[in-house]
């Protein structure tokens, strides 16, 4: 399907920097792709160049150059830090005799690597076939004219046009058995939803800890690994906060800067349950010199993906890299959780990651004495389920007073179910219960 590297492949790379662009690639992260998509690299070829050639992206010098190196090292392929056009990657490969693949292409072949439920694979397939579809030319140079001749005759499209029209063909079954899959998956989210469970999402750059902080919240045994993209399709767990009840946790695909956006676009389901989580966790690399840029690239999908909205806390992780950096939480002006510092690995700080989430959502929730007729025990056995009831006592008419606290989002969706109603509610609270608790 796609060209994918085989594992200890020899690799040449090339980071070329544009003058004036602020938008250059960075190399050690560069590194880190290829070495996380299985390749051994073997040179690095730089440069600096006013603008990209439209033909070979860099100039003829260059491409002289890379040819020298692919030829001393034996490397099998060469891996741009950049994003080529089709007839750029088939122009590069037709003077340096090996393959060449862009910065798009290395993502796609790690996601690949990692996509292991079914869900993942057609994701990635599907983001596979886009960016193939706007290259078949380059394997079938050969077969672009009609053959003629007795016995040569073809079907009336040559072997381009056929390839064309087969790939189309699975794109759209492809999308077809994701748009079932993507049914499913909002199933799944309204039955959180009916639970009454609050969704926490863990986003954050690729590599940046989530799924040690995952684990180490959860007690889970999600992989987690010090590579780019190890977690790729995502998890869900329930997480018991303190004094505030039960979440749903999930652990979510890394982002990275200049994020394909094929895969953006194939990876929507999943990208939903950021959108309508409760609450973001910004996981960040304390320790890496480009956490502000990192952080800046997150938010930036998040807006693409129209998250920007949800509440974040960023969770600064890996402060034990960090000489001297206590755990500690950091407020803004007017007191509220901006950021929370700890290390996931170490286990270090995590009780005030809790503290603070639980925070977030106790601002959330509504504490309120009820008094229920006899026949609300449908609304009464709800109210237990949820864990809401704090106390109960019973009335002489066999009415219920219960003293509730529950997350205010769940005490209005009952509302607007009609289970419960405002002449419920006693407006003054316990003082109202005087009598009945002399008579209990």
Not at 220 to 227: N, P
Not at 250 to 255: E, I, L, P, Q, R
Request: proline share 3%.
């Amino acid at each position: 399907m796609f060209e994918r590297p085989k594992a200890g492949e020899r690799a040449v790379l090339v980071h070329i920097d544009i003058a004036g662009d602020t938008g250059d690639e960075n190399l050690n992260e560069f590194h880190e792709l290829v070495v996380s998509a299985g390749a051994e690299p073997v040179a690095i070829v730089t440069g600096v160049r006013r603008k990209f050639d439209p033909k070979y992206y860099v100039g003829t010098g260059k491409v002289a150059e890379i040819a020298e190196v692919v030829l001393a090292e034996a490397a099998d392929v060469v891996l741009f830090n950049h994003a080529l056009a089709p007839s750029q990657e088939r122009n590069l490969e037709a003077m340096l005799e090996c393959r060449v693949l862009d910065r798009t292409g290395l993502i796609l072949d790690i996601f690949a690597q990692r996509a292991h439920s079914h869900e993942g694979r057609l994701q990635v397939e599907l983001a596979q076939l886009k960016h193939l579809s706007t290259r078949l030319v380059r394997g079938w140079t050969h077969l672009e004219r009609q053959k003629g001749g007795i016995g040569l005759r073809g079907p009336g499209e040559t072997q381009l046009e056929t390839d064309r029209r087969l790939l189309n063909e699975r794109i759209k079954q492809l999308n077809k058995r994701l748009d079932k899959v993507q049914r499913r998956r909002k199933q799944s989210r309204k039955a959180r939803q009916r639970a009454e469970l609050p969704t926490i999402s863990l986003v954050g750059y690729t590599n940046a800890g989530k799924s040690t902080l995952f684990n180490n919240l959860t007690n889970s045994g999600v992989y987690a690994a010090d590579q780019l993209f190890a977690t790729l399709d995502p998890t869900f767990r329930r997480l018991e906060l303190p004094q505030t009840g039960a979440v749903v946790l999930a652990d979510t695909v890394g982002f990275i800067r200049h994020l394909p956006h094929d895969l953006i676009a194939a990876f929507q389901s999943t990208l939903e349950e950021s959108r309508n989580s409760d609450l973001l966790l910004h996981v960040i690399d304390a320790h890496s010199a480009e956490r502000h840029t990192m952080i800046e690239q997150v938010n930036e999908v998040l807006k693409e993906i129209d998250a920007s909205t949800v509440p974040q806390i960023e969770v600064f992780n890996k402060i034990d890299l960090l000489d001297g950096e206590p755990p500690r939480i950091d407020r803004d002006e007017h007191g509220n959780v901006r950021r929370v510092w700890v290390s996931a690995q170490a286990d270090v700080g995590m009780e005030l990651l809790l503290e603070a989430i639980a925070e977030q959502f106790r601002d959330q929730r509504v504490h309120h004495w009820l008094n229920l007729p006899p026949d609300a025990g449908r609304l009464r056995a709800r109210l237990f389920d949820l864990e809401a009831v704090r106390s109960e006592k019973f009335g002489q008419q066999g009415e219920w007073y219960l003293e509730i606290e529950m997350d205010e989002r769940a005490f209005e969706q009952l509302k607007r179910q009609t289970l419960l109603d405002e002449t419920m509610i006693l407006a003054d609270g316990p003082q109202s219960l005087a009598i009945v608790r002399q008579d209990s």
